[in-house]
């Protein structure tokens, strides 16, 4: 039985202060704790592997899934073409007039001071349309229209509550998809 000055362990002295160590620190001193240390260190293993494997999986599923609704919307998006109003004349006039977008909704500018002008794109398989409307007052307006830079027609307004209307017709997104490759 060793002494309390002899060190326990005859290949390493005993340092003053220092508590005993042994030579693995990490191996568990009896087989139970051994069994066990492996099945934590297998658990852990296999709860990284889970974890990665749905990532993976939820990835793989939105990748399928997506239907692309940002994607598609910009694909499918409908041609146009510039189309510019003006309206010419003195004082104001209340202008209506196709604007940008599919929905085809007239855009309203009440008592537009004259001379007035706006270029907008129109979806192609649509009717440009520019509608003025004089006030009580009357005076004269005339409103012209331009598809992509080309004078298409004119109109004019005149007296008290004098009406004039300008429009046109683009052509299809087929057609103009056609005539475009063939230029």
């Not at 749905?54 to 041609?79: M, Q």
């Not at 192609?124 to 005076?139: A, C, D, M, R």
Request: one cysteine or more; hydrophobic letters at 30%; a negative charge.
């Amino acid at each position: 039985m060793p002494t309390p000055q002899e060190p326990t362990n005859p290949e390493q002295p005993e340092q003053p202060g220092r508590p005993e160590q042994s030579e693995h620190p990490e191996e568990p001193e009896t087989p139970e704790a051994a069994g066990k240390a492996s099945r934590s260190t297998d658990r852990r293993g296999i709860a990284v592997a889970v974890a990665l494997l749905l990532a993976c999986g939820a990835f793989v599923t939105y990748g399928i899934l997506d239907t692309g609704s940002d994607r598609a919307g910009k694909e499918s998006a409908v041609p146009t073409a510039a189309v510019t109003y003006e309206v010419v004349g003195e004082g104001a006039a209340d202008i209506s007039y196709r604007g940008d977008g599919e929905d085809g909704r007239a855009s309203v500018v009440n008592d537009a001071e004259l001379p007035w002008k706006k270029t907008v794109d129109v979806p192609l398989g649509t009717s440009p349309v520019i509608n003025v409307t004089l006030g009580e007052k009357g005076g004269e307006a005339s409103c012209t229209l331009a598809v992509r830079g080309r004078h298409v027609q004119r109109a004019t307004a005149s007296g008290s509550f004098g009406r004039s209307t300008c429009t046109s017709e683009l052509p299809a997104a087929e057609a103009s998809a056609t005539a475009g490759g063939a230029r």
